[in-house]
T-cell receptor, first 115, second 114 residues
């Protein structure tokens, strides 16, 4: 089945450790996104990438890093510089450039808890 | 910067009641508007969208939304809710020509009681 796979689903880490969340899609989408979801704050954009080897900061990029070496993959690293990393992280993708319909396709999310 | 406001954070309704969830955005230019829904334990999915044309748009599961440009609003409605509509609802805005970046509201948690 086509879709977006995020892993791991749950992750526990100690404070000060970097963690990397995986996001893979087989929808042949050019654009991929990382959002953070916190109760009462909705979804906030961390980073997005419209094409391979290119990405832009979103609204809350500080303390995060990404790479886009392959079309299918857009991993997110939560670094020790992120002051409040405990959250639910959502990866999404959208149709190729030029055929954008506005619809984002989301993965099931990764819940990170920093102890 | 653009922003999206959803004033109802928690809504509780009985089955068969009518629903209206508010969404206002702050941007004077041309926008595309969306409602997404997140059912318990499921991933976010698109409910409906407005790009242009008829300001009253219909989505899945009997939902509709009306774009009122003068009020910068895109409220979601359903005439008669069901228990299965219990979910969190998010309004989102995209600037036309602004790439594929969506700005989401804070969400409204809807609980429908039997």
């Amino acid at each position: 089945d086509g879709g977006i796979t995020q892993s791991p689903k749950y992750l526990f880490r100690k404070e000060g450790q970097n963690v990397t969340l995986s996001c893979e899609q087989n929808l042949n989408h050019d654009a991929m996104y990382w959002y953070r979801q916190d109760p009462g704050q909705g979804l906030r954009l961390i980073y997005y990438s419209q094409i391979v080897n290119d990405f832009q900061k979103g609204d809350i990029a500080e303390g995060y890093s990404v790479s886009r070496e392959k079309k299918e993959s857009f991993p997110l690293t939560v670094t020790s510089a992120q002051k409040n990393p405990t959250a639910f992280y959502l990866c999404a993708s959208s149709f190729p450039r030029g055929t954008y319909t506005g619809e984002l396709f989301f993965g099931e999310g990764s819940r990170l808890t920093v102890l | 910067a653009q922003s999206v406001s959803q004033h109802n954070h928690h809504v509780i309704l009985s089955e068969a009641a009518s629903l209206e969830l508010g969404c206002n955005y702050s941007y004077g230019g041309t926008v595309n508007l969306f409602w997404y829904v997140q059912y318990p334990g499921q991933h976010l999915q698109l409910l409906l969208k407005y790009f242009s044309g008829d300001p009253l748009v219909k989505g899945i599961k009997g939902f509709e939304a009306e774009f009122i440009k003068s009020k910068f609003s895109f409220n979601l409605r359903k005439p008669s809710v069901q228990w299965s509509d219990t979910a969190e609802y998010f309004c989102a805005v995209k600037l036309t020509g602004g790439g594929n970046k969506l700005t989401f509201g804070t969400g409204t948690q809807l609980k429908v009681e039997l």
